[in-house]
């Protein structure tokens, strides 16, 4: 039996508790004072101000995007902290198969049994020992709370009158009277098995708390995952196999043999459901929520709502965060059945949408590729074309994008991940995203629908397991495109998405083809950032154009943003001129319009970002590129001809050349590198 002075006692608890060393919180509490102790940033996303938690964010394997989602789930577990209408209901996640809720969840609930591994926020409960002295408990000598009754539960609880629990905490607990209260806003009575122990302990004690209390220990919540204590996953399984017994618990054979009291509520193990095992200020994860068969989904009618398992009249109130995914299908057909209303009722429904922002899913597609090496089926090492991830992340989010017609899918793609798009501004990204949330059918909602995670994956592993990639020992970019196109044809049932992501998959191949003209062009300067400083010295001209201090010599002297050192430019009208034909500027007022809209831009960018470099603006760099490879570069005969045709030694060479910088500075391989000149000599996917 516990000994009345040693640390697993009641009152070595409350004086801790008074010291600040434990603490008494709901789990809804415990949640948001994990999320917003952490850094809080704000971000603009989709021309709209929100918040990052950055707690999110952190770790390996981490949460992508998803700021409205996070937004969403942060504020609703700050209502129910605050005691808001939240505390009386669940958190959905519905959306798309392979969009991240379930993944998201897990992260949630890892990142919780973390911050409660911390000594300061660790969950207590109490065990009743020397039960067996009883006589109406047969052998067993100590019991556990089964729902994970915090100590302060059942100090608030020792008594049958509320009044001399008060007072009983002020004078042994030195509890002021505010801290008393706020320990009633989280009150609530005992279980009925803990409550009819202790009520069988006073009659064995006579009533003398002192010796009631020597019956108790307080012992630490286990924090084993694979026990599904504090955190619990229930996924919903067929008809057959299901019951309220996997949430609930049952009556224990085993229990009964011990028990002479047929009417002791510890004859039930709660502990055989999942929700017991969460109920001490835990997160209870429904997966795929709208699944489960009717009897089981009353059930969690019940338990959102009261929050309490009931069995047979006996009820355990529960202190649980309960957050549920679904897929779109299975919350429609749920909808669908009208009767079904007061559990949709109870929820608060988040709809998850896929990553729109083609710079952010750069991560989810490393995810997708996977850290470790790759090798071949001959287990030789596989080597990674360094435009795979831009061709694979390219291709997805365009998929995810709903037609407009006041964007284009490129300009959509573009602006989405906050860069520049021509004359279209963020402002018309957040009017066509208003527009397409106020559709009530969700998958029409911007970022509803696309080719997910999953499908991303698949494309991955058909690319890895496919001859070429073997043969080569390369997973070369342009061949992403074709397992994309066989997942397309394989598992996306609907006609017309098919059409639709088939479309966008030629969209994708000619973002492609542009930034392949790019690598082309450093590849022939024999320096990776090439054509980045020539875009740079397209816009520092046309800024130095009209300057005051500009010489006969056209010679203009500016301050470098980055490395705030002084530099002299040659303005060279040429130049100027033959990049903006390329761009299709014919009148003056078309190239001065532009060369505003440029000076604009860069002053509202390097104030903000010394290192912005205008290679978002594809068109700029196309032109600069057209103006460098076709006029400016082997004379008359252009760089495709003179790669294509190797036959005199000038132009083997020049192939060997280019093939030497691709190597050892650009980052390919001789497959990938040889196939990228391959692919840039053919006109196919010319945009």
Request: hydrophobic residues 35%; charged residues 30%; contains cysteine.
């Given at each position: 039996?516990?000994?009345?002075?040693?640390?697993?006692?009641?009152?070595?608890?409350?004086?801790?508790?008074?010291?600040?060393?434990?603490?008494?919180?709901?789990?809804?509490?415990?949640?948001?004072?994990?999320?917003?102790?952490?850094?809080?940033?704000?971000?603009?996303?989709?021309?709209?101000?929100?918040?990052?938690?950055?707690?999110?964010?952190?770790?390996?394997?981490?949460?992508?995007?998803?700021?409205?989602?996070?937004?969403?789930?942060?504020?609703?577990?700050?209502?129910?902290?605050?005691?808001?209408?939240?505390?009386?209901?669940?958190?959905?996640?519905?959306?798309?198969?392979?969009?991240?809720?379930?993944?998201?969840?897990?992260?949630?609930?890892?990142?919780?049994?973390?911050?409660?591994?911390?000594?300061?926020?660790?969950?207590?409960?109490?065990?009743?020992?020397g039960m067996d002295r009883l006589g109406s408990y047969g052998r067993i000598r100590s019991i556990d709370s089964q729902t994970f009754e915090d100590p302060l539960i059942l100090a608030m609880?020792?008594?049958?009158?509320?009044?001399?629990?008060?007072?009983?905490?002020?004078?042994?607990?030195?509890?002021?009277?505010?801290?008393?209260?706020?320990?009633?806003?989280?009150?609530?009575?005992?279980?009925?098995?803990?409550?009819?122990?202790?009520?069988?302990?006073?009659?064995?004690?006579?009533?003398?708390?002192?010796?009631?209390?020597?019956?108790?220990?307080?012992?630490?919540?286990?924090?084993?995952?694979?026990?599904?204590?504090?955190?619990?996953?229930?996924?919903?399984?067929?008809?057959?196999?299901?019951?309220?017994?996997?949430?609930?618990?049952?009556?224990?054979?085993?229990?009964?043999?011990?028990?002479?009291?047929?009417?002791?509520?510890?004859?039930?193990?709660?502990?055989?459901?999942?929700?017991?095992?969460?109920?001490?200020?835990?997160?209870?994860?429904?997966?795929?929520?709208?699944?489960?068969?009717?009897?089981?989904?009353?059930?969690?009618?019940?338990v959102i709502q009261n929050r309490v398992i009931e069995m047979d009249g006996y009820k355990w109130p529960i202190d649980t965060l309960i957050i549920a995914t679904s897929n779109n299908a299975?919350?429609?057909?749920?909808?669908?059945?009208?009767?079904?209303?007061?559990?949709?009722?109870?929820?608060?429904?988040?709809?998850?949408?896929?990553?729109?922002?083609?710079?952010?899913?750069?991560?989810?597609?490393?995810?997708?590729?996977?850290?470790?090496?790759?090798?071949?089926?001959?287990?030789?090492?596989?080597?990674?074309?360094?435009?795979?991830?831009?061709?694979?992340?390219?291709?997805?989010?365009?998929?995810?994008?709903?037609?407009?017609?006041?964007?284009?899918?490129?300009?959509?793609?573009?602006?989405?991940?906050?860069?520049?798009?021509?004359?279209?501004?963020?402002?018309?990204?957040?009017?066509?995203?208003?527009?397409?949330?106020?559709?009530?059918?969700?998958?029409?909602?911007?970022?509803?629908?696309?080719?997910?995670?999953?499908?991303?994956?698949?494309?991955?592993?058909?690319?890895?397991?496919?001859?070429?990639?073997?043969?080569?020992?390369?997973?070369?970019?342009?061949?992403?495109?074709?397992?994309?196109?066989?997942?397309?044809?394989?598992?996306?049932?609907?006609?017309?998405?098919?059409?639709?992501?088939?479309?966008?998959?030629?969209?994708?191949?000619?973002?492609?083809?542009?930034?392949?003209?790019?690598?082309?062009?450093?590849?022939?300067?024999?320096?990776?950032?090439?054509?980045?400083?020539?875009?740079?010295?397209?816009?520092?001209?046309?800024?130095?154009?009209?300057?005051?201090?500009?010489?006969?010599?056209?010679?203009?002297?500016?301050?470098?943003?980055?490395?705030?050192?002084?530099?002299?430019?040659?303005?060279?009208?040429?130049?100027?001129?033959?990049?903006?034909?390329?761009?299709?500027?014919?009148?003056?007022?078309?190239?001065?319009?532009?060369?505003?809209?440029?000076?604009?831009?860069?002053?509202?960018?390097?104030?903000?970002?010394?290192?912005?470099?205008?290679?978002?603006?594809?068109?700029?760099?196309?032109?600069?590129?057209?103006?460098?490879?076709?006029?400016?570069?082997?004379?008359?005969?252009?760089?495709?001809?003179?790669?294509?045709?190797?036959?005199?030694?000038?132009?083997?060479?020049?192939?060997?050349?280019?093939?030497?910088?691709?190597?050892?500075?650009?980052?390919?391989?001789?497959?990938?590198?040889?196939?990228?000149?391959?692919?840039?000599?053919?006109?196919?996917?010319?945009?």
């Amino acid at each position: 039996m516990a000994q009345s002075s040693g640390n697993g006692t009641l009152l070595h608890h409350l004086k801790a508790v008074k010291g600040g060393e434990r603490r008494f919180e709901n789990a809804f509490q415990g949640v948001a004072r994990m999320i917003l102790e952490d850094e809080i940033e704000k971000v603009v996303v989709n021309g709209k101000t929100t918040y990052d938690f950055k707690i999110f964010r952190t770790g390996r394997k981490h949460a992508i995007g998803m700021y409205d989602e996070i937004n969403s789930l942060v504020s609703f577990v700050k209502d129910a902290a605050e005691g808001g209408s939240s505390k009386e209901m669940a958190f959905v996640l519905v959306g798309e198969p392979g969009n991240g809720k379930t993944f998201f969840v897990e992260l949630l609930c890892a990142k919780y049994r973390q911050f409660l591994m911390r000594d300061e926020n660790r969950k207590y409960t109490f065990r009743l020992n020397g039960m067996d002295r009883l006589g109406s408990y047969g052998r067993i000598r100590s019991i556990d709370s089964q729902t994970f009754e915090d100590p302060l539960i059942l100090a608030m609880n020792l008594h049958d009158d509320p009044e001399l629990n008060r007072e009983w905490l002020a004078r042994e607990g030195g509890f002021s009277d505010q801290e008393i209260d706020r320990f009633y806003e989280n009150y609530r009575p005992l279980g009925a098995c803990s409550s009819y122990m202790w009520n069988d302990i006073r009659t064995f004690a006579g009533g003398d708390l002192e010796e009631m209390l020597k019956f108790v220990e307080i012992i630490p919540v286990p924090l084993t995952e694979s026990l599904g204590t504090v955190t619990g996953k229930y996924a919903a399984k067929d008809k057959i196999t299901s019951s309220a017994v996997d949430l609930l618990g049952e009556e224990s054979i085993q229990r009964l043999l011990h028990i002479t009291d047929t009417n002791n509520p510890y004859r039930f193990d709660l502990r055989r459901g999942a929700l017991a095992r969460v109920a001490g200020g835990g997160i209870h994860f429904s997966d795929e929520i709208y699944k489960n068969k009717k009897d089981l989904v009353q059930v969690y009618l019940g338990v959102i709502q009261n929050r309490v398992i009931e069995m047979d009249g006996y009820k355990w109130p529960i202190d649980t965060l309960i957050i549920a995914t679904s897929n779109n299908a299975e919350f429609n057909r749920f909808l669908a059945e009208k009767e079904e209303a007061p559990i949709v009722d109870r929820c608060r429904i988040c709809y998850v949408s896929h990553n729109t922002n083609y710079r952010m899913q750069k991560y989810l597609t490393d995810y997708a590729i996977g850290s470790e090496t790759k090798t071949t089926l001959t287990k030789e090492e596989l080597h990674q074309d360094p435009n795979l991830n831009y061709a694979a992340s390219a291709a997805v989010v365009l998929s995810r994008l709903p037609r407009s017609e006041k964007l284009t899918p490129v300009e959509a793609m573009k602006l989405a991940a906050g860069e520049v798009a021509g004359e279209k501004s963020i402002k018309t990204l957040a009017e066509v995203i208003d527009a397409l949330n106020q559709e009530p059918d969700i998958t029409r909602r911007f970022g509803q629908k696309g080719l997910g995670q999953r499908n991303l994956g698949r494309a991955i592993q058909l690319l890895v397991e496919s001859s070429e990639t073997n043969e080569g020992r390369c997973m070369f970019a342009y061949d992403v495109f074709i397992a994309i196109e066989r997942v397309i044809l394989d598992y996306v049932p609907d006609a017309a998405d098919r059409a639709k992501y088939l479309e966008d998959l030629k969209m994708a191949k000619g973002l492609y083809r542009e930034r392949i003209m790019t690598e082309m062009f450093n590849a022939y300067m024999d320096e990776p950032f090439a054509i980045r400083k020539d875009v740079m010295n397209y816009v520092n001209m046309i800024i130095g154009i009209d300057a005051e201090n500009l010489g006969p010599d056209k010679m203009w002297k500016y301050k470098d943003p980055q490395t705030k050192e002084l530099r002299a430019l040659k303005i060279d009208e040429r130049y100027i001129r033959n990049i903006e034909e390329r761009l299709g500027l014919k009148t003056d007022e078309q190239i001065e319009t532009f060369r505003t809209s440029i000076r604009k831009i860069y002053g509202q960018k390097i104030s903000v970002d010394p290192n912005y470099d205008f290679m978002d603006n594809l068109e700029l760099v196309k032109a600069v590129t057209d103006v460098r490879l076709k006029s400016d570069i082997a004379g008359a005969g252009s760089l495709i001809g003179a790669l294509a045709n190797r036959t005199n030694e000038e132009n083997q060479k020049l192939y060997d050349r280019m093939v030497d910088t691709m190597l050892h500075k650009l980052g390919y391989c001789n497959t990938c590198g040889q196939k990228t000149i391959e692919y840039f000599c053919t006109q196919e996917d010319e945009m």
